[in-house]
């Protein structure tokens, strides 16, 4: 069934763009050895934790949490098996927001994220209080196909990447995260932080890597891994630490990632503050 007219020529305008590239980087591309994608849609959006209007108490968050699981399944907030209920960490606050990665005005694919403050009842030499924070996002496609007329016949709409992350301000510092390590699919991802008691994993959650690459990056911190490839910082040299777990690959289903991380923070900062942020690309390729 082919789609819309409008989406038709949604996508022939972006095939003007993409032809336009391609006369100019034919080169590259056979280095490559990849074509460029007929059509790629893109949302990001950028927040401060600090911000009240968007908090949800405990009892909205399990309800969001309960929603989020009708619509992913088993990639939903808590990953394959139920809630888990840290006995050495107190639920505090948590954030969702919603994005749609749209070209032309078109909408290709949508992500829901959230990321949940809990409290650590643990204390470092310094007096700084520990806190957790559990990041999630699930992404699908939202059409299967899309009709391009210049090439008579339809192209998959495909997810080609997303990523939630944290950026700490200077009074926080990152002590531990996980996943640490660059993960491929398919398998299941544990995410797991152990507790200071004895008694367990505070958080221990497995969510399905069903393709692709799961690729986290640290700045800063006690665990830091590189965030450029060439083994230095982004930005070559950053005071906040920073947090953040992508997903890249083509895949045409439903995808999530589930990161923690633990950071210190002042005692006497009752609010501090951290800027959350969510990234979608959704993609057809001929």
Known sequence: MRDSPSSRRTVLRRLGAVGAFGALGGAATGCLGRAPPVFVANASESTSLSADTKRLDE???????????????????????????????????????SLRATSDGEEYAVADAAVARYGLRRFDTEGRRHVAYWLWCAAKPLADSVWVDTLDR???????????????DSSADLF???PSTRVSGPQAVSVATPGETGGGDVFDVDFPLHE??????????????SSGD????????????????????????????NGLCVAGESVSD???????HVSLSASGWA
Do not use: C, K
């Open 154 to 168: 339809s192209l998959a709409v495909t997810l080609s990447s997303f990523e939630v992350g944290l950026d700490f």
């Open 59 to 97: 009892t909205t968050f399990d309800g969001y949490v309960s929603r989020m699981g009708r619509r992913y399944g088993e990639s939903g907030v808590w990953g394959t098996g139920a809630a888990p209920a840290p006995t050495e960490a107190d639920f505090e606050r948590a954030t969702r927001l």
């Open 212 to 225: 692709g690459r799961v690729r986290p990056r640290v700045s800063g911190g006690d665990d830091a891994v």
């Open 230 to 257: 060439d083994g230095s910082n982004a930005d070559g040299e950053d005071d906040h630490d920073s947090y953040r777990l992508g997903w890249r690959g083509r895949f045409d289903g439903i995808q999530s990632v």
């Open 270 to 276: 009752s609010d501090a503050t951290a800027d959350w």
């Open 176 to 178: 531990d995260s996980a």
